[in-house]
């Protein structure tokens, strides 16, 4: 009866014992690609432009990929060429959906145009695949995103930016596939 009773007690601890977490930091570089409403001073969209930007994104906390996830991303941008935005803040991952979340942000940036910087913030959401690498700390994020951007300087006024994220790991594959193709 005791060796019973010792056994309950010793399953009941190992079944309730607090687990630790596991969180992994996952890290993303991805390129952009789309158009960009330029509005200056009360036009909203004076002119439509092409968007090329990189983004580089760190999210922490998350354990799996039905978890929410937060932390901060780097980015540089332009509109055809005209001007440069870089910049920072943060991103938080929402997991409406385990393979396709959704993630949104905000933060500051420094508009370079006619060879003057002038501050900005911005405000973004985008909805696309995102995995999550449970060996790793690198994991592949792609889609859509819309991106509100505020700014100041010699030229103020909103920007509207839509814009396809692509993985830059992703466009790796072909070269990858043709070294391996040499190979073999």
């Known amino acids: 009866m005791r060796a019973a009773s010792l056994a309950i007690a010793a399953l009941v601890l190992l079944v309730a014992a607090p687990r630790s977490a596991h969180a992994r930091v996952q890290n993303s570089a991805s390129g952009q690609l789309g158009v960009v409403g330029v509005g200056a001073d009360r036009d909203f969209w004076a002119k439509t432009r092409v968007n090329y930007g990189l983004r580089l994104e760190s999210v922490w906390f998350r354990e799996g990929p039905k978890d929410f996830g937060i932390g901060p991303y780097v980015e540089a941008r332009t509109a055809s060429f005209g001007h440069g935005d870089y910049g920072g803040g943060l991103v938080a991952v929402l997991p409406v ?20 910087f002038g501050p900005g913030f911005n405000g973004f959401v985008a909805w696309g695949g995102r995995s999550f690498n449970h060996h790793g700390s690198y994991a592949m994020a792609y889609g859509l995103l819309l991106d509100g951007r505020v700014h100041r300087g010699p030229v103020p006024g909103f920007d509207l930016v839509m814009t396809a994220s692509v993985d830059l790991q992703w466009l790796s594959y072909p070269v990858l596939y043709a070294i391996s193709a040499l190979r073999h």
Do not use: V, Y
Not at 97 to 116: C, K, Q, S, V, Y
């Open 97 to 116: 959906h385990h393979t396709f979340p959704l993630w949104i942000g905000g933060g500051g940036f420094a508009r370079r145009e006619d060879a003057a």
